[in-house]
């Protein structure tokens, strides 16, 4: 996992994103496909996600460590269960996010995730990142592995299970149907590309290709 050092850095680049560790997969490929070769991406590990309090500091951290190399930063994360802190710090930093609360939003858009929870509130949903690393962020985690008495205290209020694909792959959905039966959930089954994160990736990009010498505009 990629904790501060650039991903395929580009010699002078002209904006740093930075990501998300769930999001390095993604952020790469949207990058290469667009050549997009003045952004460097720094990615932190998406562990943080077990503890959001710290996620703030970390992102600070970066942004000023980083700020003196490069003409414009923008940040790929939500608020991330930071409750307004993250958007605290990128306001007195000067430094914009992508829009929404969390990745799920990012990629199946806020109508449709409102749908899926007026449909059923206790959904749990997966993307491509934690499907491919269930066993290690979720069980072990937990300690599920260990403990699997605790997965009623975990997960007895959910009913179903989402899967949001963000690049679909042969026996994804087989994967995530397993899952779900593994936690007795429904399933259900969602393609949604990279939604707004590739729009504002591409955002992002417009700004490196042009020198990044723009202002940012702040939005949450």
């Keep these: 996992m990629h904790t501060g050092a650039p991903i395929e850095a580009a010699d002078g680049a002209g904006v740093l994103v930075i990501a998300c560790g769930a999001l390095a997969r993604e952020i790469t490929a ?16 998406p562990e943080l996600h077990n503890r959001p309090e710290r996620i703030p500091a970390a992102v600070r951290g970066l942004i000023r460590s980083s700020r003196g ?14 409750g307004g802190l993250l958007d605290d710090v990128l ?5 914009e996010r992508i829009p929404g609360a969390h990745c799920y939003e990012f990629y199946a858009t806020a109508a449709v995730l409102a ?19 269930f066993e290690r962020l979720v069980i072990r985690g937990l300690a599920l592995d260990r403990h699997p008495e ?16 963000q690049s679909p792959t042969p026996g994804g959905e087989q994967e995530a149907r397993a899952i779900a039966s593994r936690m007795g959930l429904a399933f259900d089954y969602r393609v949604t590309g990279y939604g707004k994160l590739e729009t504002a990736m591409y955002a992002a990009g417009r ?14």
Excluded at 69 to 82: E, K, L, M, N, P
Aim: glycine share 10%; charged share 25%; with cysteine.
């Design 30 to 45: 949207i990058r290469r496909t667009n050549g997009w070769r003045l952004m460097d991406v720094r990615c932190l590990p």
């Design 69 to 82: 190399r490069y003409r414009s930063i923008f940040v790929a994360y939500g608020d991330c269960g930071t």
């Design 91 to 95: 306001r007195a930093e000067g430094v």
């Design 115 to 133: 749908n899926l929870a007026e449909e059923e509130p206790g959904t749990f949903y997966l993307t491509d990142f934690l499907l491919r690393h």
């Design 150 to 165: 605790l997965f009623p205290s975990y997960f007895g209020n959910y009913r179903k299970l989402v899967y949001l694909a």
């Design 207 to 220: 700004r490196a290709d042009a020198g990044g010498v723009e202002p940012v505009e702040w939005h949450p």
